[in-house]
């Protein structure tokens, strides 16, 4: 199966800072890679599909990028409310995995 | 708006069984696979299985093959997942999810319900 790493566990960031949070894949998935966010007692929401396509009513603030094996997601000026855990799903192959996901706090 | 509501999650003995539910809404059921994803308590998310448009196909994650099935009534707009055997570490939160393609799935999972929790516990 395709092993999803996300780095690192948790960052730390201050409101209105800029971050970007990394996954990388033990092999190639092309662009067959999606981004989710989770708050806390929430379900997962997708962000990012294609590696790149922000979801329907996801602002420009989050941006994908990458191919192959790894890939970046960029949160530009976090709010409060994007303190939440961030997870990329690769969907080339079965079975679909999930890296183990970015918590991002303040 | 598209909604998908989880049920029958709950407490149950190690070596027993459970169905979910999934109640699907806003959207044209019969025309999107659906999945089940889990979350143990504190950790990540785990893809469990998915079913086609149709109910015809049907995939699973390997560790579970043989102990859980998924189906559909498309009637009825409603997801299943049949859990038998259950061992402790089935303890999680079970997520029904949506493929956003029509007839053709995407595989990655566009609308979310809310979780229904089920423990293994003696």
């Known amino acids: 199966e395709i092993v999803m790493t996300q780095s690192p566990a948790t960052l730390s960031v201050s409101p209105g800072e800029r971050t970007t949070l990394s996954c990388r894949a033990s092999?190639?998935?092309?662009?067959?890679l999606a981004w989710y966010q989770q708050k806390p007692g929430q379900a997962p929401r997708l962000l990012i599909y294609?590696?790149?396509t922000r979801a329907p009513d996801i602002p420009a603030k989050f941006s994908g990028s990458g191919s192959e094996t790894d890939f970046t997601l960029t949160i530009s000026s976090l709010q409060s409310e994007d303190f939440a855990v961030y997870y990329c799903?690769?969907?080339?192959?079965?079975?679909?995995?999930f890296g183990g996901g970015t918590k991002v706090e303040i | 708006q598209v909604q998908v509501v989880e049920s029958g999650g709950g407490v149950v003995h190690p070596g027993g069984s459970l169905r979910l539910s999934c109640a699907a809404s806003?959207?044209?059921?019969?025309?999107?696979?659906m999945y089940w994803v889990r979350q143990a308590p504190g950790k990540g998310l785990e893809w469990v299985a998915v079913?086609?448009?149709?109910?015809?196909?049907?995939f699973y994650t390997d560790a579970l093959k043989g102990r859980f099935t998924i189906s559909r009534d498309n009637s009825r707009n409603a997801l299943y997942l049949q859990m038998n055997s259950l061992r402790p570490d089935d303890t999680a939160v079970y997520y029904c999810?949506?493929?956003?393609?029509?007839?053709?799935?995407?595989?990655?999972?566009?609308?979310w319900g809310q979780g229904t929790l089920v423990t293994v516990s003696s």
């Open positions: 999810a949506r493929d956003r393609g029509v007839v053709t799935p995407t595989y990655y999972l566009g609308d």
């Open positions: 806003g959207f044209t059921f019969s025309s999107h696979a």
């Open positions: 079913i086609s448009y149709d109910g015809r196909n049907k």
């Open positions: 092999q190639s998935v092309n662009t067959n």
């Open positions: 294609g590696a790149s």
């Open positions: 799903q690769q969907y080339l192959k079965w079975p679909l995995t």
